[in-house]
Every structure is written in structure tokens, then in C-alpha cells.
């Protein structure tokens, strides 16, 4: 199993401790170093004070101290005698480190240098071939100590991009906004990469790029609008979909913005998919914060490449989902118009009936009289309902209870295989209001439902009423539902009436 945190610094030191006390050197160390400037990252020592630990790190540096031949050569060095050191220092400096014998190996994974592990004795010819032999194993085997540790690190790392790409498709098909979305990716990414800011660049007219979302522990607000002006020495990598990687964002010449100097490493990836470029995701570090290693670019050029499929796909099912609320509108249109033509050409013969019967002198004028203002009634009701319907915004939830009841009879409509007729009276999305209005769609829900289970059930009316009485005369809503369906007795199916006060 590979060893990580705190298993692996204890490996490190016990190597150190093992090697000083066989070999039976006066001080041991084990330095890492960064790989491009090669300085000190971590130091694991035996024998050493803190004063000596602080006069090491010169001999230590993998540019111009002693290590600099070992990085180079990664071959194992010892020297029997070296020059004395420098005259002693003034007050306050740390005193010269006491060495005049040096045993050195380095620490190599495959071909890169990672560290060296040293010892030091006072007297000169103090190490032998069989001590340097020695050195060499135990070097080895701090190498796959943190050959291992790297591995599992990369491993997890991996798991947690896949995981976090993973995640943003998810997020992003649910049906977020555009701005939401990028806000998304660039949240995600932000916490994944440990940046400081995860920022969304996308084109502008003008041809620059300007920051549209932003995720940031500080304000954002200080970032979302920031632009890279036309004639960027950047811009030109940006617009063609370029990485662009930056050791210091404040002091890097290409970066022109404002908000550079507040950042350190940075990674700018193209979100780009199909040839197409929807934009560039930006994860600048801290200044003085840790550079991005080959595996973090990596890693989060792939989560990019996911990302922007994701958006596009999201941009997809919204075209989609707008196209069935049109299609969904069609059909609205259709059904309006065949029920009008039909109840308006009723009540045409109904009155020219009424008119021929009243020049016979038949008394039965004013019935149908009613019976025809009733029809024009429900019509101009199936009317408004449609209207209402129409009115809704696409792909959005409704945000009044007309639309409410409206988006449950429509998705009723899909298992019943026809849709439901509604008929509002008075004005209801005025009038009834929170919690009602959750109770009325609770037992609309469950009557629709009831339908359903219902065999011969061909048509079901919805009724709600907002001018409805109380026995005692107060202000209600009604609900009614009636089908055409049968009971489990043969019987016509009971409607469902339900009330409450306003």
C-alpha cells in the first residue's frame, strides 16, 4: 500500500535516523526539492539543531550548493575532505555547519531527481565504500517511498476530477441558467484544482475576453466583468484555444489585467468542444502558493474538455425542452380552436333555434336563452385558460397558481392520454395564497391520480372556483374534478369536491 501524509514523513525520517546511526555520521539529512528551481521544499534531519538545520540548507541547494553535482549526475558523491568553512560568523548569524567529510545519494524516481540524502562527519575520511553502498540502498528506498506516495496521491487526485466532471454534468442537465452553469464549472474547478479563483473567460465583440462567472472565497464581484483588452499578448492563445500556463500572474508580462496582481500560478484552459469555443476556465493560485505540477494540468485540461461538452449538452436539452413547450403550445392552439369553432357554431344553431321558436311564439325562449349564455360562458373560460397557459415562460416553472394547476393537469395529460379541461373562476392568483393553494394542488394531484386508475375514463374536468361561500358565508376557493369513468361498482365515478376558506 502507498504510503501518504504522515506514514510517509515517518518512512523519510526513519530512513534518515537509520542511515546516520550505520554509517555512524555526526548529522544525516534528507532534502526534497522542487524539480524546476530545485530549492529546498522539505527537510527531514538527524543530529542537527535548529541553528545547524538553518546553516544546512546552503549545502543542501540543488543549484549552487554541494547537491547541485548530485541533482546533475544523479551519482551517489563522497568526499574525504573538505575545505574548511567561512571565517566565523558576525553576532546574530547562524554559526558555519561543521563538515569536512560528505556522503550523498540521490533520490530517483525513474529519471527525475526528487532529493538527495547526505551525511556529514567532522573528521576528515570518515566514510567508506561500504557506507556509500549503504547510502545508495537506503536512498533507494526512500524513492519508492515517495514514488508510491506520488502515485496514490496522483490516483486520488484523478478520482477526485473524474468524480468533480462527473458531477458537473449532473448539475448542468438539471436545467441551470447559463450564468449558473459556467458559475458551476468554475466552482467546481476552483475547489478541485485548490486555486485561489476559478473564473470563466468568454469573447467579446470587440474581440477581447471578459470574465462572465467567477468563484472565489473573496468577493467575486471584484473579478465578473474584468476584461482582457484586444491586443493581449495572451488573447491571441486564448481565442485559439490554447493552455496558457503562468508562474507568477502578477509579474508575467502577457497578463494586462487589473486583478493580475493578486495572484500567483495560474492555468488558463480552453472550454472548447466540436471545434467549437464556448470560453476559457482560469485557476489562478495565491501568490507565493505552490506552482501547478504536469499531473494538476493535466487532470484539469481533461475536466475542462468534460466541462464544456457538458455545457454543451446543456445548452441542447434547453433547446430541446424549449421546442416541446412550443410544440406543447401548438397543441394548445389546436385544441382552442376546435373547441371554440365547435361550442360557438353549437350556440349559433342553439340561438337560431331560439329565434325561430320565439316568431312560432314557443315559450321556451328564455331557457335557451340561459342555456346559451352558459355555453359562451365556458367557452370565453377555456378561452382565458388557454391564454394563461400560452402566457407561461418556456422551460421555467410557473410562478402563479393559475400556472401552477395548469403544469399539474398538463403533466397529467401525459399518462391519461388526453388533456384535462380547467376552468378557473374569479381571480384566483389573487386570491388564494400559501397554504392553500399547496393544499388545493395536493388534492389535485391525488383526484388526477384517481382518474387515471380509472378504466373509461375519456375526459376529466377541473373546476376552481375563488368566488366560492361557506355555509357561514365567509370567502372559499372550490376544487371540483369530475370524469366520465366508472367505479369499481359500476357506478359513474364520484367527483371530487373540495373547499377552504381564503
Known amino acids: 500500500m502507498a504510503e501518504t501524509g504522515l506514514d510517509l514523513r515517518t518512512t523519510l525520517q526513519h530512513i534518515v535516523d537509520t542511515a546516520t546511526a550505520l554509517a555512524g555520521a555526526r548529522h544525516g539529512a534528507l532534502a526534497l526539492l522542487h524539480g524546476e528551481d530545485r530549492t529546498v521544499t522539505d527537510l527531514f534531519t538527524t543530529g542537527m539543531s535548529d541553528g545547524e538545520r538553518r546553516a544546512v540548507r546552503p549545502l543542501l541547494d540543488g543549484r549552487t550548493g554541494a547537491l547541485g553535482t548530485l541533482v546533475d549526475d544523479a551519482q551517489a558523491v563522497r568526499v574525504d575532505d573538505l575545505p574548511p568553512g567561512p571565517q566565523p560568523p558576525r553576532d546574530g548569524e547562524a554559526p558555519p555547519f561543521p563538515v569536512r567529510s ?3 545519494a540521490p533520490v530517483r524516481v525513474h529519471t527525475e531527481v526528487l532529493g538527495s540524502l547526505c551525511l556529514t562527519a567532522e573528521e576528515p575520511g570518515r566514510f567508506t565504500d561500504t557506507e556509500l553502498a549503504l547510502l545508495r540502498l537506503l536512498a533507494s528506498q526512500a524513492a519508492a517511498a515517495i514514488g508510491g506516495a506520488h502515485l496514490y496521491e496522483a490516483a486520488r487526485q484523478r478520482e477526485h476530477w473524474i468524480e468533480g466532471a462527473a458531477a458537473i454534468t449532473r448539475a448542468l442537465l438539471t436545467g441551470a441558467g447559463t450564468t449558473d452553469a459556467l458559475t458551476t464549472v468554475a466552482e467546481r474547478a476552483r475547489v478541485l484544482a485548490g486555486a485561489a479563483a476559478g473564473v470563466i473567460l468568454q469573447p467579446t465583440p470587440d474581440g477581447g475576453m471578459e470574465i462572465v462567472a467567477a468563484s472565489t472565497l473573496d468577493d ?14 495572451v488573447l491571441v492563445q486564448l481565442l485559439g484555444g490554447e493552455e496558457v500556463l503562468i508562474e507568477d500572474s502578477a ?33 489562478p493560485r495565491r501568490r507565493g502558493e505552490a506552482p501547478y505540477t504536469a499531473t494538476d494540468r493535466l487532470l484539469a485540461s481533461q475536466f475542462a474538455s468534460q466541462a464544456a461538452l457538458a455545457l454543451v449538452m446543456a445548452d441542447a436539452q434547453h433547446y430541446r425542452e424549449q421546442l416541446a413547450v412550443y410544440e406543447d403550445r401548438d397543441r394548445i392552439a389546436r385544441d382552442l380552436h376546435d373547441l371554440v369553432v365547435q361550442r360557438l357554431f353549437a350556440t349559433e344553431m342553439m340561438l337560431e333555434s331560439t329565434r325561430r321558436k320565439d316568431l312560432a311564439g314557443d315559450t321556451g325562449t328564455a331557457e335557451l336563452l340561459a342555456t346559451a349564455v352558459d355555453e359562451l360562458d365556458s367557452t370565453i373560460q377555456e378561452v382565458r385558460t388557454a391564454i394563461f397557459a400560452l402566457q407561461q415562460p418556456p422551460a421555467e416553472a410557473p410562478t402563479t397558481f393559475r400556472g401552477r394547476v395548469l403544469r399539474e393537469t398538463g403533466g397529467a395529460a401525459a ?30 394531484r391525488g383526484a388526477l391520480a384517481a382518474a387515471h386508475r380509472r378504466e373509461g375514463v375519456s375526459a376529466v374536468e377541473v373546476e376552481v372556483d375563488a368566488t366560492a361561500r361557506l355555509p357561514d358565508g365567509s370567502a372559499a376557493v372550490r376544487l371540483v374534478v369530475a370524469d366520465d369513468g366508472r367505479a369499481e361498482n359500476g357506478s359513474r365515478s364520484p367527483t371530487v369536491t373540495w373547499q377552504a376558506r381564503l
Open 102 to 104: 560528505f556522503l550523498g
Open 220 to 233: 467575486p464581484a471584484g473579478l465578473v466583468g474584468t476584461a482582457i483588452a484586444p491586443g493581449s499578448p
Open 251 to 283: 509579474t508575467d508580462e502577457r497578463m494586462t489585467t487589473p486583478v493580475r496582481s493578486r495572484f500567483g500560478p495560474s492555468m488558463m484552459l480552453p472550454l472548447q468542444s466540436g471545434g467549437r469555443l464556448i470560453g476559457t476556465l482560469a485557476l
Open 415 to 444: 399518462v391519461l392520454g388526453f388533456q384535462p379541461s380547467v376552468q378557473f373562476t374569479g381571480a384566483v392568483d389573487s386570491l388564494v395564497a400559501q397554504p392553500v393553494d399547496g393544499e388545493l394542488l395536493d388534492v389535485l
